[in-house]
């Protein structure tokens, strides 16, 4: 490659990777990361709000922020009805994505795993679905006779890893290393076998390793046990998978722009803040009945005219007012939701910890972070502690805070920055970048094949 | 109710296209009629043609239309077909100029209530949701 503008571009999505392990003083050794990094530019990828896979992949895709795409986590309100709840998959993305560019532009273009695209839709080339999709019975694949051809070729294509809330760390440890290696397969033979300009493949097994074994692997962990037989599963996973990598860019060749690219980093979590417990007891919401024992706030009975607000768990929280005329049985008067709002975010930003000291909470609000708010938006988006603690949704513990996971073993949370490397042939000799953001991606993809950036895409071209 | 439209397709690949579109239109729940050469010969000739055209366009049909020399009423989309292009990706470029026009919503593909509990479930058990 001796120009800046590409014949191809592959992209290398590693779900959560973090940027303590690729370039910080906790790196591990990673040759074929590090000799990207080394010829061409890397940096720290500011995510979007919230950092979550959905909605992140399809912001980085799209170089749109979540209100645009009207997308605000895996499950978004239909409606403002009280149980309209979906999940966010491709049919919910309505901007174009790279992909959908390159391919009407003529470009060849293969698509493996990358979150929101099942159901999937003809592009200009082939494209395997993502994690999203129910089954592997399914018509995963665009066209479907790549289906079988795929599956002749590698065996079963692994959605996700099966088992994942587990105590059994030895067999979910293979399973996660299985399901990479089985990604790679996939890549290696569509690359082999396919011919493409632009080739975008996601490894999700980085994020299922690193909510799984945290606490075993990070000595800031507050459950770090040195010694502990888990301690290198971390090194060992990033350094098989820089192999597997490898293998990809010797195929590649030297004429392709090269991006390694994660949604989101992760840290350690502290525990979990009972966000729908604590609004009981501060008299937003009223249950029918005290439920007996753990509860899904879903399979509570909630008394509407007595609730001004309630709130949806996960790695961040949502919280949606019970607003007059706009919910089924609403309370809140339209004119006195600001007020109410405020009041929610100034109790939120106030909570202090299991110890007395500050959380450091912060609730946002949607119009404040995006450039237009489409869809149907939690009221708040709340991230407990700078992420340190996750949301919990279910009620019925002892108090506001928990240090187990109501789903099972967890021990991450994510984290604002994931990472950005990319090989341009340029040889800048390893430059540091700073201040990216999730949403340069696209535009800097475009600009690799000479296109001119829409207008309406928010972030900028990488230089 | 819905509009329809005359898409009026050309191009070498022009009959295999109207065939993935038409397949793709009535996935989504639309009334679809093809035009060819055959269907214009015996309506009796690209006049009559255009105007049954509009007729089927202005009651909510889509008329995929690949005969030659058509010059359909009402609400038109005429698409010169990439030999590039798989059929099925001509149809999926021309779904989007009907949606971009209004003329479709996309907002098919959603799951079943049994696979939106199946994913609902991954989701929560990889602690993305609860």
Redesign the interface.
């Known amino acids: 490659m001796t120009g800046r503008q590409a014949r191809r571009v592959l992209v290398v999505g590693l779900d959560c990777a973090a940027p303590r392990f690729l370039f910080g003083p906790d790196r591990f050794d990673l040759p074929n990361v590090q000799r990207l990094a080394a010829n061409g530019c890397w940096g720290t990828l500011r995510s979007c709000d919230p950092p979550i896979t959905v909605p992140a992949w399809a912001c980085m895709t799209s170089g749109k922020d979540p209100g645009m795409l009207g997308c605000y986590g895996f499950r978004n309100r239909r409606d403002y009805s009280y149980d309209g709840m979906v999940t966010a998959n491709a049919s919910s993305i309505h901007e174009k994505r790279v992909w959908d560019i390159l391919s009407r532009h003529g470009h060849k273009v293969v698509m493996l795993g990358v979150p929101q695209t099942y159901p999937v839709k003809p592009v200009n080339g082939w494209l395997v679905a993502d994690f999203l999709a129910p089954d592997t019975q399914t018509d995963y694949t665009y066209p479907k006779t790549l289906k079988p051809e795929l599956e002749k070729a590698i065996g079963s294509y692994l959605l996700d890893v099966k088992d994942f809330r587990t105590d059994e760390k030895d067999g979910l440890r293979e399973r996660i290393f299985a399901l990479m290696h089985n990604r790679f397969d996939a890549a290696r033979y569509l690359i082999a076998n396919k011919p493409w300009d632009f080739f975008m493949m996601v490894e999700m097994g980085v994020d299922r390793l690193h909510h799984a074994f945290w606490k075993y692997c990070d000595p800031l962990h507050p459950k770090f046990k040195p010694g502990n037989p888990y301690e290198g599963v971390f090194r060992n996973y990033y350094q098989a998978m820089d192999c597997r990598l490898g293998e990809l860019l010797a195929m590649a060749g030297d004429d392709t722009v090269v991006m390694v690219v994660s949604d989101h980093g992760a840290k350690a979590m502290r525990g979990g803040v009972c966000i729908n417990q604590w609004l009981i007891e501060k008299g937003w919401l009223c249950l029918r009945e005290t439920p007996n024992g753990r509860t899904r706030i879903e399979d509570c009975t909630i008394d509407w005219p007595r609730t001004r607000a309630w709130a949806s768990g996960g790695y961040y929280g949502r919280v949606f007012l019970n607003v007059e005329g706009r919910e089924p049985q609403g309370v809140i008067p339209a004119a006195d939701y600001d007020v109410c709002l405020y009041e929610l975010i100034e109790a939120i930003e106030a909570m202090s910890g299991p110890d007395g000291q500050p959380l450091g909470n912060r609730a946002l609000r949607p119009r404040d972070l995006y450039r237009e708010v489409n869809g149907v938006p939690p009221d708040l988006l709340v991230y407990f502690g700078d992420l340190d603690w996750r949301s919990v949704g279910a009620v019925g513990f002892d108090g506001i805070y928990t240090f187990e996971n109501d789903t099972g073993p967890d021990d991450a949370n994510h984290d604002f920055d994931g990472i950005f490397i990319m090989d341009d042939g340029t040889k800048r000799g390893g430059k540091e970048q700073k201040g990216l953001q999730l949403m340069d991606v696209a535009p800097t993809i475009l600009n690799l094949f000479g296109l001119t950036v829409p207008d309406d895409m928010q972030g900028k071209v990488i230089e | 109710m819905d509009k329809g439209a005359a898409i009026c397709l050309r191009g070498a690949e022009a009959a295999e296209a109207a065939k993935a579109l038409a397949i793709r239109l009535l996935e989504m729940g639309r009334n679809v009629e093809r035009l060819d050469d055959d269907m214009l010969k015996r309506l009796g000739g690209v006049k009559r043609a255009a105007f049954v055209c509009g007729v089927l366009s202005r009651n909510g049909v889509f008329v995929v239309a690949t005969a030659r020399g058509i010059h359909a009423e009402g609400e038109t989309l005429d698409v010169e077909i990439?030999g590039?292009?798989?059929p099925?990706?001509a149809?999926?470029?021309i779904i989007d100029s009907l949606a971009e026009r209004g003329l479709l919503r996309?907002?098919?593909?959603?799951?079943t209530p049994e696979?939106?509990e199946?994913?609902?479930k991954?989701?929560?058990?990889?602690?993305?949701?609860?």
């Open positions: 990439d590039h292009d798989t099925d990706f149809a999926e470029k996309l907002d098919a593909g959603q799951y696979e939106e199946v994913i609902r991954r989701l929560a058990d990889l602690g993305y949701v609860e």
